[in-house]
T-cell receptor
Framework: EAQVTQNPRYLITVTGKKLTVTCSQNMNHEYMSWYRQDPGLGLRQIYYSMNVEVTDKGDVPEGYKVSRKEKRNFPLILESPSPNQTSLYFC?????????????FGQGTRLTVV | LAKTTQPISMDSYEGQEVNITCSHNNIATNDYITWYQQFPSQGPRFIIQGYKTKVTNEVASLFIPADRKSSTLSLPRVSLSDTAVYYCLVGDRDRDDKIIFGKGTRLHILP
């Protein structure tokens, strides 16, 4: 089954404690991206990757890091989380050159930073 | 990427046809129009994509006039389970640019 898998689904952490949210896709997609969703602000793109070792900033990259060492994985790293990073996070993937045709989204990670 | 404008929210009743319009005055020649659906606490799901005239699939229809400055997503005979947020995206599907989701249209289906 084609899917994008994020882990964990829920996470509560404390300010400053480094964390990683993993994202994996099994569709051999080249394009992957991370979004955060906050009430009243819709979906905002954090980072995206067009291929292995190729990443670029989205609209709200501050406070986040990503890496793309393998095609299937695109982890989101928060080196020093702060309360304003409390949000619902989604990972997505799609075929290169057809990103807008059908992007597959993960089930989401609800992060709370206290 | 072309900026899009959608109604913030809409209400309708079960069994009705629902039309959600998206305005994209600055659409470029190579841009496609794509719609996604999102249920609460779930990731968005692709619904339909089109370039011009009309596209239909098992879920919805997409109407695009000749000037392409707007588009209308049509959901036939909606049910309560169609309550969701609907996003209109416009962009060149063959460019590796960042994808921008607006705030979408919150559709509420009433019994």
């Amino acid at each position: 089954e084609a899917q994008v898998t994020q882990n964990p689904r829920y996470l509560i952490t404390v300010t400053g404690k480094k964390l990683t949210v993993t994202c994996s896709q099994n569709m051999n997609h080249e394009y992957m991206s991370w979004y955060r969703q906050d009430p009243g602000l819709g979906l905002r793109q954090i980072y995206y990757s067009m291929n292995v070792e190729v990443t670029d900033k989205g609209d709200v990259p501050e406070g986040y890091k990503v890496s793309r060492k393998e095609k299937r994985n695109f982890p989101l790293i928060l080196e020093s989380p702060s309360p304003n990073q409390t949000s619902l996070y989604f990972c997505a993937s799609s075929l290169r050159g057809r990103r807008l045709t059908e992007a597959f989204f993960g089930q989401g990670t609800r992060l709370t930073v206290v | 990427l072309a900026k899009t404008t959608q109604p913030i929210s809409m209400d309708s009743y079960e069994g009705q046809e629902v039309n959600i319009t998206c305005s994209h005055n600055n659409i470029a020649t190579n841009d496609y129009i794509t719609w996604y659906q999102q249920f609460p606490s779930q990731g968005p799901r692709f619904i339909i994509q089109g370039y011009k005239t009309k596209v239909t699939n098992e879920v919805a229809s997409l109407f695009i006039p000749a000037d392409r400055k707007s588009s209308t997503l049509s959901l036939p005979r909606v049910s309560l389970s169609d309550t969701a947020v609907y996003y209109c995206l416009v962009g060149d599907r063959d460019r590796d640019d960042k994808i921008i989701f607006g705030k979408g249209t919150r559709l509420h289906i009433l019994p």
